[in-house]
């Protein structure tokens, strides 16, 4: 184990009075340790010292990497990680939330024949250092919720992460965004065997954090991205059958419009039909097909419209058969929801393999 070879990557911003207690915390682990550990900083033009700071430690084996232009801690470790040629690597926070002395039982984890392993805060022996207001704490567990479809990690929001160099190289269509890099690594790497190591998290003791707010809506972004990754067939028609409610939506206050404007019925519910179609449309093209987006738009819209006229035609008689002016919002109702029964399945597939074809 100790002739193991390790990279600590270590996103930094801001984080000039944090730097000297954890490089020193790391100096322990490399004497007692891992000999030949390698610390790998990759900070985003901070500007406040750290440059000076690792210039005067003059540390072989410590790098650090200043981005002038890109920010974001998901892409920083990216970097770090490409620039690491040991076995195993450990990514982690600079202002001291996480313990350094960790770092043995997360490599020996993956020595052992673990894909991944997390410093984790829920696992049986872990602690959260008091201090955390209850929306932070809510934030995260419903973050952790939201993690559920893609592992069982108990705690798959942390930063504290080891792996080999081997299994990041695996990743396919890493999306460094936000702030989840171990989630997206676990998920992109196809990782199965992960194992949770207890750490106790601390509270920062000096500078801020730097979760914001857009942030978590990124976190949002990055859920749907993943789930697109792991379940495409089920994303697209979950949001096929989603936008196709909304239509439905759309047809009924359509042709109560059209009606009163209209005198013809027929005309009423004609238009109401396509205005609903091409919304469905617009919606799918972009959600529920995302990934044809790039075909031409003309050919798609024709392709959808043949495609879904089968129900829209079956909607079209079945509400004007109904239909007298009071009347026009029911029989909308039961022509939408016919057209939509014949619809929601011969739809999605002939568009899903026809129209939207990759
Ligand atoms: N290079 C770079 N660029 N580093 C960054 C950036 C950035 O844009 N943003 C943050 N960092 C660095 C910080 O300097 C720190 O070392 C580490 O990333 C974590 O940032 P914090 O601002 O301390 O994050 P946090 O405490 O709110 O969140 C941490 O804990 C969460 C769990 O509660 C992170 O580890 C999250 O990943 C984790 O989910
Ligand atoms: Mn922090």
């Known amino acids: 184990m100790a002739s193991t070879s390790v990279t600590v990557v270590l996103p930094t911003f801001e984080e000039f009075d944090s730097l000297p207690s954890l490089i020193e915390a790391l100096l322990v682990v490399r004497e007692t340790v891992f000999e030949h550990l390698q610390l790998i900083i990759v900070d985003d033009n901070s500007n406040d010292g750290t440059e000076q700071l690792i210039e005067e430690l003059q540390l072989d084996w410590v790098t650090l990497i200043v981005r002038r232009t890109d920010r974001g801690l998901s892409s920083a470790v990216i970097r770090g990680l490409q620039e690491a040629t040991t076995e195993v690597c450990v990514v982690m926070d600079a202002d001291g939330s996480h313990p350094a002395s960790a770092i043995p039982a997360m490599v020996q984890a993956i020595t052992d024949g673990a894909d ?113 990754f792991t379940h495409p067939k089920l994303v697209s028609f979950f949001t096929f059958a989603t936008v196709g409610l909304s239509g439905a939506g759309v047809y009924l206050v359509s042709l109560k419009v059209t009606n009163s404007l209209l005198e013809s019925t027929s005309i009423a519910i004609a238009v109401s039909v396509w205005i609903a179609m091409t919304w469905n449309f617009l919606w799918d093209r972009k959600y529920a097909f995302w990934y044809a987006r790039s075909r031409s738009f003309i050919m798609q819209y024709v392709g959808f419209i043949l495609v879904c006229s089968v129900g829209a035609i079956a909607n079209f008689y079945i509400t004007k058969s109904l239909a007298s002016s009071e009347t026009i919002l029911y029989s909308g109702m039961i022509g939408v929801v016919v057209g939509s029964a014949i619809g929601i399945v011969f739809n999605f597939l002939v568009s899903r393999l026809i129209v939207f074809s990759k």
Not at 143 to 165: I, N
Not at 192 to 213: A, C, D, N, W, Y
Request: a positive charge.
């Open 116 to 228: 991944f392993a997390v410093g984790s805060r829920y696992v049986t022996g872990g602690t959260t250092e008091d201090g955390w207001g209850f929306l932070r704490w809510l934030n995260s567990k419903i973050a952790t919720l939201m993690a559920r479809p893609f592992t069982r990690v108990l705690d798959p929001m942390s930063g504290f992460l080891a792996f080999a160099k081997n299994t990041y190289e695996r990743a396919e269509e890493l999306n460094p965004v936000g702030y989840k890099i171990g989630l997206e690594l676990i998920v992109k790497c196809r990782c199965k065997q992960v194992t949770e190591v207890p750490i106790h998290f601390s509270t920062r003791q000096l500078g801020e954090s730097k979760l914001t707010f857009a942030v978590q809506v990124q976190y949002l972004q990055h859920i749907i991205r993943l789930l697109r």
